[in-house]
């Protein structure tokens, strides 16, 4: 019997810790309910679970992200809205007027109307805004948790001046160029001498009266013509701050027809079929065509909205589906299984207990060796 050494007290002690321990584990389990309250407890499984919480998080504000962009395409299709109501009514009014029951004074009356109807197609679009920013052009909406997973949608804004487009630029311009080259996109419309060309956005000031040449016409049917900027009057060169329509990376040039070749400064902004044009004392029939062609320019353009905003929702239950099953993963890793803890707490309590008593039963052991000494 050995008494400077309790290896019976020793043994105890140890076991008791391991089962002290175990139970501050269960009780940690229990009170946060996750089985991964620290990386020791788990050390792939807390770099997993981080990752996964990182992607959940990153989809739930991916959905917001969707949802966002349903409004401002809900704030597009509004402003279409209206524009399709004005260009209505514009009809109406130029049917109105192509009746000869009119004079020309109630023509005149239809065409103040007119005038007015499209300067509201003009505000509504450059008054608009969505968070203090433009409605319209090109619009990236971040639809994923990570980087690169994005969607891109163009919203084409319609103004009172829209008109048809006969060509784009094929060439790269800098401050001072005099010369623009245009290659047509069909063989309807080629520019035609006394024709205005339009430069850039209206509003700016960036318009030219154009000096053009013969079309050249190839084998594939489309045509070159080059518009000359430089000359007296409106003519300019291409300023250093001028603010073009792009289209795909080129000059967007719109055709005007000027309706005096010697008085240049008293021209109509907008292209051949523009609601600019629209001339009910004169011309009211004439003017169907061209309001018929916004009327489907714009149902063009709410076409295009209404496509991206389906193709959101979409998105937005695809995101909260791949949301929900990571979700479901993550706490396969990192949740605490209430039943298998509860019932490990009841074991190392127990073993606690008879740890606790052996402990106190080997320290008591030593006094035996009083009995050899009697």
Do not use: C, W
Not at 46 to 67: C, F, H
Not at 248 to 275: A, C, H, K, W
Request: hydrophobic share 40%; net charge negative; proline share 2%.
């Amino acid at each position: 019997m050995i008494v400077n050494t309790n290896l019976s007290a020793l043994n105890a002690q140890r076991t008791l810790f391991e089962n002290t321990k175990a139970a501050s584990t269960v009780l940690e389990r229990l009170a946060t309910g996750s089985k991964i309250n620290k990386a020791q407890d788990d050390v792939a499984g807390s770099a997993i679970a981080d990752r996964m919480t990182a992607q959940v998080r990153g989809l739930n504000m991916a959905v917001k992200n969707a949802n966002d962009a349903l409004s401002l395409l809900d704030t597009a299709d509004a402003i279409f809205i209206d524009q399709t109501n004005l260009t209505q009514r514009i009809r109406e009014l130029a049917l109105q007027a192509a009746n000869n029951t009119n004079s020309i004074k109630d023509r005149e009356y239809l065409q103040s109307e007119v005038t007015s109807l499209v300067a509201e197609m003009d505000r509504v679009p450059t008054q608009t805004t969505f968070n203090d920013a433009p409605v319209g052009g090109s619009k990236k909406f971040q639809i994923g948790a990570d980087a690169g997973q994005s969607i891109t949608t163009y919203i084409s804004t319609h103004s009172g001046h829209s008109g048809t487009t006969y060509g784009q630029s094929t060439q790269d311009y800098s401050a001072g160029s005099t010369i623009i080259e245009v290659k047509g996109l069909s063989t309807s419309g080629p520019f035609a001498f006394g024709d205005m060309v339009i430069a850039g956005l209206p509003e700016s000031g960036a318009y030219f009266v154009q000096g053009v040449s013969s079309a050249l016409m190839h084998d594939d049917g489309t045509f070159t013509q080059t518009i000359s900027l430089a000359g007296t009057g409106l003519n300019k060169s291409i300023s250093a701050d001028m603010e073009f329509v792009t289209a795909i990376g080129t000059i967007d040039l719109t055709l005007v027809d000027d309706p005096s070749t010697t008085q240049n400064e008293q021209f109509t902004l907008g292209g051949r079929g523009s609601l600019k044009r629209i001339d009910l004392v004169n011309n009211a029939s004439g003017a169907l065509s061209g309001i018929d062609s916004a009327l489907q320019s714009l149902s063009n353009s709410r076409a295009t909205v209404g496509a991206s905003k389906n193709r959101i929702n979409y998105i937005i239950s695809n995101l909260m589906n791949i949301s929900e099953q990571t979700t479901i993963s993550r706490s396969r890793i990192e949740d605490a299984d209430f039943a298998t803890e509860s019932a490990a707490l009841a074991k190392t309590q127990v073993l606690q207990q008879t740890a606790t008593a052996m402990l106190a039963q080997a320290n008591a052991s030593p006094r035996l060796v009083l009995q050899l000494v009697k």
